[in-house]
């Protein structure tokens, strides 16, 4: 039962690069997220996914392009990083129906950017 | 808009017990829920409280007052394990199928 997967879990990149973070789960759960966290910001909501070619802007979604070709995917792209973005991001999805404010996260990915 | 409050430190002594608030402003409500997240790992869903009352699992409980747009969660027979940041977060209408979480409360538990 793999669940939900990240990667990769450590990056460095340079300032002005293109970043992808990927994000697969293998449940088929419809609803997907993506979160970053940064010390004394919480968990900011970023993107999330209803389901395939489904997509809605969170609360910080400046800088960053999100897709879901498949409902097991969903990735992440940093157009152009800044330092700014410096921050763990996890990725998470939730099922339909019952359970509507259990979700479960992958284990983070942590983006240095320099 | 939405927002969430919650106290942002709390240290209590291993074996004592240790409420964690939080209040909200939201347009709807869908429910108050609790995660737990230790150092450098992920969060976990700890509790959901859709109607007003008080929930128990195990050590933890979590309790919400709708008409007060409060909650806590309550954490007994305190464990060296327990000290994590513990998250409150809810959906409403703004957030839609999403889930919004306050600021954390890093809870450190000593000897």
């Known amino acids: 039962d793999a669940g939900i997967t990240q990667s990769p879990r450590y990056k460095i990149t340079e300032t002005g690069r293109q970043v992808t973070l990927m994000c697969h789960q293998t449940?088929?759960?419809?609803?997907m997220f993506w979160y970053r966290q940064d010390l004394g910001h919480g968990l900011r909501l970023i993107y999330y996914s209803a389901a395939a070619d489904i997509t809605d802007k969170g609360e910080v979604p400046d800088g960053y392009v999100v897709s879901r070709s498949k409902t097991e995917n969903f990735p992440l792209t940093l157009e152009s990083a800044t330092r700014s973005q410096t921050s763990v991001y996890f990725c998470?999805?939730?099922?339909?129906?019952?359970?509507?404010?259990?979700?479960?996260f992958g284990e983070g990915s942590w983006l240095t950017v320099v | 808009g939405q927002s969430l409050e919650q106290p942002s430190e709390v240290t209590a002594v291993e074996g004592a017990i240790v409420q964690i608030n939080c209040t909200y402003q939201?347009?709807?409500?869908?429910?108050l829920s609790w995660y737990q997240q230790h150092d450098g790992g992920a969060p976990t869903f700890l509790s959901y409280?859709?109607?007003?009352g008080l929930e128990e699992t195990g050590r933890f409980s979590s309790f919400l007052s709708r008409s007060d747009s409060y909650g806590y969660l309550l954490l007994q027979e305190l464990q060296m394990k327990d000290s994590a940041s513990y998250f409150c977060a809810v959906r409403d209408l703004d957030s839609g199928y999403a889930l919004n979480f306050g600021k954390g409360t890093s809870l450190l538990v000593t000897p």
């Open positions: 409280n859709a109607l007003d």
């Open positions: 449940w088929s759960h419809s609803y």
């Open positions: 939201t347009s709807g409500f869908y429910g």
């Open positions: 998470a999805s939730r099922r339909d129906g019952s359970g509507l404010n259990t979700i479960y």
